[in-house]
Structure formats: C-alpha cells, structure tokens
C-alpha cells in the first residue's frame, strides 16, 4: 500500500485542454514536493509547498497544498507536448524520519499535439 | 554548480552476480538515498545515508547494502543478483535536514540481469 496514493494513473489530452492530478494521503506531510520524470531519466523538483493551504504557481503550472496538510494537487493549464511525463508526488510524513522521504506512484500524462 | 552523477548508466549482469553501483552528491549535500524504480512497484526507497551512517533504511532483503564515504559519495551493492532486480536505481542527493528534504535526482542506473 503506497503511503501518497495519486489519481489518476495516466491521462491522456490534447494540447490546450486542462488537467489536474491529485495526490492524497491518511498522514500528515510537513511538506510534499512534485516532480516530473522523463524516460530514462531521474525526477526533476518542481515545487515544494509547506504551508496548509498553500497555493503556489509555476507558469501554467498551479499547486495547492491541503489545509490539513495530507493532501495536494497540481493543475495544468492549456495543456503543450512539453508537458508530458511521469509527474510524482512526495513528502516525508511529519510522525517519519525526515531523511525517509517516499514517493506516489505516479500519474503519467501525455499531451498530444 | 554539478549535479548528482551516477555511475554506471548502464549494467548488464547474469543471475548470481553482485554488483556495485556509484553516486556522487551535489557539493555540500549530506544525503544520498537510493531507490529502486520498476513499472509494476514505481519508486521504492531502498536506504538513507547521512553523514556516513544508515539514517533510513527501506523494506529491501539484505542483498542490498550501501556506504557513504567522507566526501558525501555512496556506494550500493546488490549480491546475489536475481531477475526480479532489473530496475532502474535512482540516487538522490539532498541537505537531509528537517528544514530541507528536497531531492535532486542522479540520471540513474539502468540494471538489467539476465
């Protein structure tokens, strides 16, 4: 059972249209990060939100963090090829070791032109 | 400033092997973890090293070891290899503090054993 449960687990647009991924938990996170990952390639940070109920934005890119701190979501906006990969969430749980830092499963998101 | 090198990208090694795979921290980053990714199970942590000692250490049978030298470089080594063990190994570096738990990913190593 993965500790960041994400939805969905793929998705498939078109370029231009919306889409959000969610990434939920039973624990609470200090902070969760987001990342993407390529094929073949290790994950590149995104963002870190921190504080419950955080929004944060990274060009079409949007992220909220849940006010009760086990929950979040990353919303993108008109959607480019570019945008395709493997997005994962993370976060070390606030009871956990803060060097233990674990990963959702992934949504893969492909953005077709 | 230099990213997180892993070495080798690639492997190949028959069943019952061991192998030992390298990672290179950013500079002044204490932390280096391992994870094991596979299409079925996604990203698994394997261990943490912090500061030379095993900080963390994931659900993996104890074919999987790992060191951390004085410069921050670590090392992992799987003994015994079995097929179930291609994967691609990632290593991240990070500040390993409460305050700082951001990860910067090696391009990882690509395992496969035949």
């Known amino acids: 059972t993965q500790l960041l449960e994400q939805s969905p687990q793929f998705l498939s647009i078109q370029e231009g249209e919306n889409l959000t991924v969610y990434c939920n938990s039973s624990s609470v996170f200090s902070s969760l990060q987001w990342y993407r990952q390529e094929p073949g390639e290790g994950p590149v940070l995104l963002v870190t939100?921190?504080?419950?109920?955080e929004v944060k934005k990274l060009k079409r890119l949007t992220f909220q963090f849940g006010d009760a701190r086990k929950d979040s979501s990353l919303h993108i906006t008109a959607a480019q090829p570019g945008d395709t990969g493997l997005y994962l969430c993370a976060g070390v749980p606030s009871t956990d070791s803060w060097g233990k830092l674990q990963f959702g499963a992934g949504t893969q998101v492909v953005v077709t032109p | 400033k230099a990213g997180v090198t892993q070495t080798p990208r690639y492997l190949i090694k028959t069943r019952g092997q061991q192998v030992t795979l390298s990672c290179s921290p950013i500079?002044?980053?204490?932390?280096v973890s391992w994870y094991q990714q596979t299409p079925g199970q996604g990203l698994q942590f394997l261990f943490e090293y912090f500061s030379e000692t095993q900080r963390n250490k994931g659900n993996f049978p104890g074919r999987f070891s790992g060191r951390q030298f004085s410069n921050s470089r670590s090392e992992m080594n799987v003994s015994t290899l079995e097929l179930g063990d291609s994967a691609l190994y990632l290593c991240?570096?990070?500040?390993?503090?409460?305050?700082?738990?951001?990860?910067?990913f090696g391009q990882g190593t690509r395992l496969t054993v035949v």
């Open positions: 500079s002044g980053h204490r932390s």
């Open positions: 939100v921190v504080t419950g109920g």
């Open positions: 991240a570096s990070s500040p390993g503090t409460q305050m700082n738990t951001e990860a910067f």
